[in-house]
C-alpha cells in the first residue's frame, strides 16, 4: 500500500474522530468509508425493537450523485423491518460482515455489524465495486476505532450511576431538539392549516420528573438503598419509552425525557405507564415508591430556559396537588390552574 493511501487513510481517521457529536460522528464515518471505497450509496441503522419486530433504523445516509457524494435526508419514520432484509437478517445471524448482489450491475450490497456496549446495536451497508483485497480489513479497522471511541463519548455523555444520559449532554441535546421545532414551525407556515394542525398533533415533547420524598427514603434505609432506586428506575423508563426517546439523568432525583414526535394522546399514555410501573413496582428494602411528572410542548418559540421551565411548572403543580400524577402545563393554563409566564426577550444584537 502506497504512502499516499496511507497518508489518505490516516487523514480519514482524524476527520472521523474530530466529531464530538455522535451523529457527526455517524455521518463522518459513512461519508469517509464511500468516499476511501468509491462506494455509490451508504447507511447507518440502529436497531430497536418494535410492536411488528426488530427493527432497523436510518439514522445517517449518503449517495452520490454527479460523482459526488451527498447526504441524503433521513426521515422520522425511516426504518424497516429486520426480518424483511435478507442481508440484515443473515449479518445478524452470523454476527459478521456479508456482502451480496444489489440489483445492479456490477455493484454488491456490504453489510457489517456495528457493536456497542450490549452486542450490536446497528448497520452498516455500503453498495458498491466488490471489495478487493484489504478493502474488509479496512472497513473492520474503521469501525473497531468507531466502537473505541463511541465507548469514550458514552463515558462523557453518560450518568455514572444510572447509564442514562447527562446534565451536559442535555444542554447540548435541548438546542437541537428547539432548532428541529423552529425547522418545522417555519415549514407550517407555509402549509395550509390542515397541514399544520397535523404537524402539531405529531410534536415534540418534554417530560420533567422526579421521585417523591426521596429524602425519606435516603434517611429512612440510606443512600445506597437510595441509589439503587435510581437505577432502578432508569431501568424502569428504559423500558417504557421508545428507544429514539432520549432519557437524561437531570441531577439528584430528577429526570428529563425528550420524546420523539407523537400526538397529545400518546405522549400522555406513555408518561402515565411509567407513572403505574413505577408505583406499581416493589423496590428492594423500600417497597413502593412514586413519581410526579409534568410535560410541555416543545413549540418552535421556545428557548432552552422556557422549556424546561414550563416542564417544570407543571411537575412543581403535580407535587404541591398530591403526588403521583402526570400533568401537562398546556392543560393546567387553559385550566385556569397557573399563570402564564412572562414572554421572554430573546432578541440578541449581533453587531
Known amino acids: 500500500m502506497g504512502n499516499y493511501l496511507y497518508g489518505s487513510i490516516l487523514d480519514s481517521l482524524i ?96 453489510v457489517h455489524p456495528l457493536y456497542g456496549r450490549n452486542g450490536i446495536e446497528g448497520l452498516l451497508t455500503i453498495v458498491g465495486p466488490e471489495y478487493v483485497e484489504g478493502d474488509e480489513k479496512l472497513v473492520t479497522g474503521f469501525l473497531q476505532v468507531f466502537r473505541n471511541y463511541v465507548r469514550i463519548l458514552d463515558e462523557s455523555e453518560r450518568d455514572t450511576l444510572t447509564g442514562l444520559l447527562n446534565r451536559r449532554t442535555f444542554d447540548r441535546n435541548i438546542d437541537q431538539l428547539l432548532s428541529q421545532a423552529r425547522m418545522s414551525g417555519a415549514m407550517n407556515g407555509a402549509v395550509s392549516e390542515c397541514r399544520r394542525e397535523d404537524a402539531r398533533a405529531r410534536s415534540r415533547w418534554l417530560a420533567v420528573l ?71 413496582h416493589d423496590f428492594p428494602q423500600v417497597g413502593q415508591v412514586t413519581i410526579s411528572i409534568g410535560y410541555v410542548r416543545i413549540s418552535s418559540q421556545d428557548v432552552p430556559a422556557t422549556v424546561v421551565g414550563h416542564a417544570d411548572e407543571a411537575l412543581y403543580y403535580a407535587k404541591q396537588h398530591g403526588r403521583n400524577q402526570v400533568c401537562s402545563y398546556e392543560e393546567l393554563l387553559s385550566q385556569n390552574k397557573i399563570a402564564p409566564a412572562a414572554a421572554m426577550n430573546v432578541d440578541v444584537e449581533l453587531f
Open 210 to 280: 422526579d421521585v417523591d420524598h426521596f429524602k425519606r427514603v435516603n434517611d429512612r434505609f440510606g443512600h445506597i438503598y437510595g441509589d439503587e432506586v435510581l437505577i432502578l428506575l432508569a431501568g424502569i423508563m428504559r423500558s417504557v419509552f421508545r428507544e429514539s426517546d432520549k432519557l437524561f439523568r437531570f441531577g439528584g432525583e430528577e429526570f428529563v425525557a425528550a420524546l420523539e414526535p407523537t400526538d397529545e394522546e400518546g405522549v400522555r399514555s406513555v408518561l402515565e405507564r411509567l407513572r403505574q410501573t413505577v408505583a406499581s
Open 15 to 110: 476527520e472521523v474522530t474530530a466529531n464530538s457529536e455522535r451523529d457527526a460522528l455517524v455521518q463522518s464515518l459513512v461519508m469517509t468509508l464511500c468516499d476511501l471505497l468509491k462506494a455509490q450509496e451508504g447507511a447507518v441503522y440502529w436497531l430497536g425493537s418494535a410492536q411488528s419486530g426488530l427493527e432497523a433504523r436510518l439514522s445517517a445516509s449518503v449517495k452520490r450523485e454527479q460523482g459526488q457524494l451527498v447526504f441524503a435526508p433521513v426521515q422520522n419514520n425511516s426504518a424497516v423491518l429486520v426480518a424483511s432484509d435478507a442481508d440484515f437478517s443473515c449479518c445478524l445471524e452470523m454476527r459478521g460482515f456479508i456482502s451480496n448482489p444489489a440489483g445492479i450491475p456490477g455493484l454488491m450490497r456490504s
